[in-house]
């Protein structure tokens, strides 16, 4: 690979550390503001009595949580290539397929549970929606105000950090531009990062949280897929390591 700069490496696992911290925290930082007025008022306009409305939360949402699901694909290949740093080739090569084996199957696994329960929920989300008057206070009750412009910030924050860990990368090896794997998934994740800020803006705030549902539902997919290019391109890293190590002399 030629000369490495390990501060600029190590500086890209911990931008993109910071992404994934900040998405999978994204429930804590984003939502559980008092929606209870804005419900008060979708009441009055529906011509519906609630009697006492109670305090209705904003919604956190599922988008920027699962855009985990891709980054955390890109911080382990990041920290792969720092492990490369302290650990000799031999024995990198001897345990990198396992691990990256058994990384894969985990993030298919989870990807495909939360693209499950995403799914089982846009479908009661929309159902609700659709369900006038009632069951469209229903859903407003529960998804209806979605804190966009928190939302918004919060994605800046992100699509900030992943470009940086792709400036990083690039100081620390420009050779890393012929790493197709590595440059297509550095374009998912952006793309993936500006599609969901896309999302949140194209339609009025009460479907927000539908549309962030949807986002949810395309990043599970694209990690299941992320996780097959995982698996599959192990298996010949397993079966040379196999073969080193078959090669060796016995005592």
């Not at 550390?17 to 009055?44: F, I, W």
């Not at 009595?49 to 939360?57: A, C, I, M, Q, T």
Request: net charge neutral.
């Amino acid at each position: 690979m030629g000369e490495l700069r390990k501060p600029f490496l190590l500086l890209a696992l911990l931008a993109i550390g910071l992404v994934v911290g900040v998405e999978l925290g994204a429930s804590l930082l984003v939502g559980g503001g008092d929606a209870g007025g804005a419900l008060a008022t979708s009441a009055r306009d529906l011509d519906v009595d609630l009697g006492e409305v109670g305090r209705v939360s904003e919604p956190s949402g599922r988008g920027t949580g699962q855009l985990a699901l891709i980054d955390v694909v890109a911080l382990w290949t990041t920290g792969l290539f720092c492990l490369s740093l302290v650990v000799p080739d031999r024995i990198q090569g001897r345990v990198q397929g396992v691990a990256t084996l058994v990384f894969a199957i985990l993030l298919i696994l989870a990807s495909l549970v939360l693209l499950v329960v995403t799914f089982v929920e846009l479908t009661v989300m929309v159902s609700l929606f659709l369900a006038v008057p009632f069951g469209t206070l229903a859903y407003l009750a529960l998804w209806g105000f979605f804190p966009v412009g928190e939302a918004s910030l919060l994605l800046g924050l992100v699509l900030l950090l992943k470009l940086v860990w792709a400036g990083l990368l690039l100081l620390a090896q420009p050779r890393f531009l012929q790493n197709k794997g590595l440059v297509l998934l550095a374009l998912t994740t952006l793309l993936c990062t500006v599609l969901l800020e896309f999302l949140h803006r194209l339609a009025p705030v009460v479907v927000v949280s539908i549309l962030d549902d949807v986002g949810a539902l395309i990043f599970a997919v694209v990690a299941v897929v992320w996780g097959l290019v995982l698996l599959i391109g192990s298996i010949p890293a397993i079966v040379k390591a196999v073969r080193v190590t078959a090669a060796l002399p016995t005592r």
